[in-house]
C-alpha cells in the first residue's frame, strides 16, 4: 500500500492526515504539539499515524507539512541578529515607516519593536533612477567596509534593500556577491529576490522579516530533514506556504517570509475541494483552532489573494490568501476588564499548560472550560478517549469569574461562549459585509478542533442558513497538504497607463516572469505536461493609493486584453467600493504570475445513501446547557465514525468524533451528504 500524508503542526495539537492512494481510505491522528522543537511532534506524528494504518516511512509517497516556526519566532521576537544595507541616506526608513500610528485615536500605542537596531543599519553611496537607470554607482569600497562592520557585529543574517532596487536589480546583485565574500556564513536576504515590488518602506519591510528568520527557518528545516531521514523517508518533504501551495524544503529556506501565514492557508484550500464536491459555490470558512480563529470568503469556489498583509504590526509583500484573523480560540482565556466587563481572548492558555480542565495548572478559565461546564463538550474525555477532562476544575475557574461578574456559574460559562461568538462574527463581517457581500449569501464551512463547535450559534447570529461540517474537521488543514499543488507567484512593478499602446511593456514585463517560473519549474522537476500558469494585474485609477487585482486572459497582449482588463476592474472596483469613476484614468502597477506545478492528489468517492435513520450512530444522551432550550437539556450524542450517507440529525443533538465536536441546536437539522460531510440547516 501507498500513502500520502500531511502534517500540521498547530500552537495546541500536531495533525497527521492519511490517505491511501490505492483504496482512497482516510484516517487521522493528533498528537501533542512540541513548542519547543516542532520537528519532534511533527515526527512524532508521522510515526504514531503510520502505526495506526500498519504503514512505514517507506511506504510514503509525498508528505506535506504546515508549520508556524516562521509565525511565532516573528511574534515572540526570536529571530537571528540581523544587519541591513541601504540606500546612503535611507538608514532610518525602517523605523520610520508611514509615519502612521498603529491605532489612530490610541496616544499610547506602542509601535512594533525595530527587526535591526539603529546599530546595525548600515548605509552606502549607490543610487538607481526611478527610471531604472544607474544615477550614482555602487561605492563597493564602502560597502566593504559596512559589511566588515557587521561582521564585528556578529551579525548571523543581513538584509540588502536599494532605492529602486526593483527597477533595476544590478547594484542588489553585486552587494549578494561581495557579502558571499565577506560573510560566507550568513543567511542573506535581497529584497529584488523577495519583494521586486514598489513601495519602498513595505519592500524594505519584507526583506528584513525574511532575513530575521533565515536562520532560524534553516535550523529547523536542518532538524527535521534529520528525523524524518532517520525514520525512513524517503521523498522528498514540502512545506506549506501563505498562497496555500507547498514549495520544497530549499525554496523554503531561503523565503521563509511566504511561510509566516502558511497555518491556516491549507484549510482554505481542503474547504475549497469540499466545496465542489457538495456543490457549494459561496462559502465562508471558519477555522477555530485553540488561540486563534481564521476565516475567508470563497466566491465561486475560490478563495482571493491578496499580495500584502499586515502581520503582528510588520507589513509584508507576499502572495497569500485572503485569509483573517482574530484571537479567539478553544484556549483563549476568560477575564475582567478594568470597567468590569466580561472578555475573551486575544491571551491564550496555549498547548501548555492549556485549558483548566486538562489539570496541568492552568487557573483562568477558557472557551474549552466554559464548554465543558456547559457540557457542550465531553465532560469526561475528548480525543476519542486519549484525554481525560476535568469538569470540576473547570467549573471551580469559571465560578470564581463568576463571582466577579455576580452572575451564576452557568450563566458565565454562557456569557464566555456568547463573548467569543460575538469575535467570531466581527471577524467574518470584516470579510464580508465591509467589502460589499452579505454572509447570508454563503454556507459557513466549520473546521478546526473547535470550528464546529460554536459553528451553529455563529451562523444564527449572521443569519446564514446553512453550515458545512467536513468528515475531518479538526484536521482539515492537514487533508488541505494532500489536496493542494506545488506553487510559486513571481511580480513585477511596471507603473503604466492602461493603455493598447503599452502592450508591448506589458509583453516584456510577463516575458520576464515567465522565464523565472520556468527556472523554478526546472528546479522542482515538474514535468511538461504539469506546468500551469496564470497572469493578474494590480490596477487602480490614477492617483490612488491602493489597487485591486484583475485576471489577464490568456494569449498574446491585444487591444481586447486591455478592453478585459478595464471591464474587470470597473467590475472589481464596483464590487469592492461601491462606484466606477468615469472617465478616470486606469493605471497598471504590478504584473503578477502564478506558478502551479500539479501533483497527484487525494481523491474522494461518493457514499451510496443508507436511509435518513441515524438511531444506529448514537451513542448516549447527554444534559447539555442550552439557554435556547431553558437550560440543561437532555441530548442525544451520535459518534461521527457511525454516521451514513443520508442519515438525519435533528437538534438539538451532540455529535462527536476524535477531533472535534459538533454542536447541533434546537429547531437545527443535520444531514449526511455524499462525501459525508454533516450539512446543518438553520430554520428559516
Request: charged share 20%.
Amino acid at each position: 500500500m501507498t500513502w500520502r500524508i500531511g502534517v500540521d503542526s498547530g500552537g495546541t495539537f500536531t495533525d497527521v492526515c492519511l490517505f491511501e492512494e490505492e483504496t482512497g481510505r482516510v484516517e487521522i491522528w493528533k498528537v501533542s504539539s512540541t513548542p519547543d522543537d516542532p520537528s519532534r511532534g511533527i515526527t512524532a506524528g508521522v510515526v504514531e499515524g503510520l502505526e495506526q494504518v500498519g504503514a512505514a516511512a517507506k511506504d510514503l509517497s509525498f508528505l506535506g507539512h504546515g508549520t508556524t516556526v516562521a509565525t511565532n519566532a516573528l511574534i515572540e521576537l526570536k529571530g537571528a541578529r540581523t544587519g541591513l544595507v541601504v540606500t546612503d541616506g535611507f538608514r532610518d526608513l525602517l523605523e520610520i515607516g508611514r509615519q502612521k500610528r498603529p491605532n489612530l485615536y490610541d496616544m499610547m500605542a506602542e509601535k512594533p519593536a525595530e527587526l535591526v537596531t539603529r546599530d546595525l543599519r548600515r548605509q552606502v553611496p549607490e543610487r538607481i533612477h526611478h527610471s531604472g537607470a544607474v544615477e550614482l554607482p555602487l561605492d563597493e569600497t564602502a560597502l566593504r567596509a559596512e559589511l566588515r562592520a557587521l561582521r564585528e557585529a556578529d551579525v548571523k543574517a543581513v538584509a540588502v534593500c536599494f532605492l529602486y532596487g526593483f527597477l533595476n536589480t544590478e547594484h542588489e546583485a553585486r552587494a549578494r556577491a561581495i557579502l558571499a565574500e565577506e560573510l560566507p556564513e550568513v543567511f542573506v536576504s535581497v529584497s529584488s529576490d523577495v519583494a521586486p515590488e514598489f513601495r519602498e518602506f513595505e519592500r524594505l519591510s519584507t526583506t528584513v522579516v525574511n532575513a530575521y528568520l533565515g536562520p532560524v527557518m534553516q535550523r529547523y528545516i536542518r532538524r527535521l530533514q534529520e528525523r524524518l531521514d532517520g525514520i525512513g523517508l524517503t521523498v522528498a518533504p514540502q512545506l506549506t506556504q501563505s498562497n496555500g501551495g507547498v514549495i520544497g524544503f530549499d525554496t523554503a529556506a531561503e523565503l521563509p517570509v511566504r511561510t509566516v501565514l502558511s497555518g491556516p492557508s491549507t484549510g482554505v484550500v481542503a474547504a475549497q475541494a469540499i466545496g465542489r464536491m457538495a456543490g457549494f459555490d459561496n462559502i465562508i470558512t471558519f477555522d477555530v483552532g485553540g488561540t486563534s480563529s481564521d476565516v475567508a470568503q470563497l466566491r465561486g469556489g475560490v478563495c482571493g489573494l491578496t499580495g500584502e498583509a499586515d502581520v503582528h504590526g510588520y507589513p509584508i509583500k507576499a502572495p497569500m490568501l485572503d485569509i483573517h484573523t482574530v484571537g479567539a480560540g478553544g484556549g483563549s482565556i476568560a477575564h475582567v476588564d478594568s470597567g468590569g466587563l466580561l472578555k475573551v481572548g486575544p491571551r491564550s492558555a496555549g498547548a501548555h499548560p492549556g485549558p483548566v480542565c486538562y489539570g496541568l495548572g492552568n487557573e483562568e478559565p477558557t472557551v474549552t472550560d466554559a464548554n465543558v461546564v456547559l457540557q457542550t463538550l465531553n465532560p469526561v474525555e475528548i480525543l476519542g478517549g486519549r484525554m481525560k477532562v476535568r469538569r470540576d476544575l473547570a467549573e471551580a475557574a469559571v465560578a470564581r469569574l463568576a463571582e466577579k461578574l455576580g452572575l451564576s456559574t452557568m450563566d458565565t460559562a454562557q456569557g464566555i461562549i456568547s463573548v467569543v461568538t460575538a469575535n467570531m462574527a466581527k471577524a467574518i463581517r470584516v470579510i464580508s459585509v465591509q467589502r460589499g457581500h452579505d454572509p447570508r449569501d454563503y454556507a459557513l464551512m466549520a473546521f478546526g478542533g473547535a470550528g464546529p463547535l460554536h459553528a451553529a450559534r455563529l451562523a444564527r447570529e449572521l443569519g446564514m442558513g446553512r453550515v458545512i461540517v467536513p468528515l475531518t474537521p479538526g484536521t482539515l488543514c492537514a487533508l488541505g497538504l494532500l489536496l493542494t499543488d506545488l506553487r510559486a507567484d513571481f511580480a513585477t512593478s511596471r507603473l503604466m497607463a492602461l493603455d493598447p499602446a503599452r502592450g508591448g511593456d506589458v509583453e516584456d514585463g510577463f516575458a520576464g516572469l515567465e522565464t523565472q517560473a520556468t527556472a523554478w519549474f526546472d528546479r522542482e522537476a515538474i514535468a511538461a505536461g504539469n506546468r500551469v500558469l496564470n497572469r493578474t494585474a494590480d490596477l487602480r485609477y490614477m492617483g490612488q493609493n491602493y489597487e485591486l487585482p484583475v485576471q489577464v486572459p490568456a494569449g498574446p497582449i491585444t487591444a481586447a486584453t486591455f478592453a478585459a482588463l478595464k471591464e474587470g476592474f470597473e467590475a472589481a472596483h464596483r464590487q469592492r467600493f461601491g462606484f466606477v469613476a468615469e472617465g478616470e484614468a486606469i493605471q497598471i502597477v504590478t504584473l503578477r504570475m502564478e506558478a502551479a506545478g500539479i501533483v497527484q492528489k487525494a481523491e474522494f468517492r461518493p457514499a451510496e445513501p443508507e436511509g435518513p435513520d441515524a438511531a444506529a450512530a448514537k451513542i448516549g444522551t447527554r444534559e447539555v446547557w442550552m439557554p435556547e432550550a431553558g437550560g440543561f437539556t437532555p441530548c442525544p450524542v451520535y459518534a461521527r465514525a457511525a454516521l451514513r450517507c443520508g442519515n438525519v440529525v435533528e437538534g438539538p443533538a451532540i455529535v462527536e468524533q476524535m477531533d472535534t465536536t459538533t454542536v447541533i441546536l434546537p429547531g437545527m437539522t443535520g444531514t449526511v451528504d455524499p462525501y459525508l460531510n454533516l450539512i446543518l440547516e438553520l430554520p428559516a
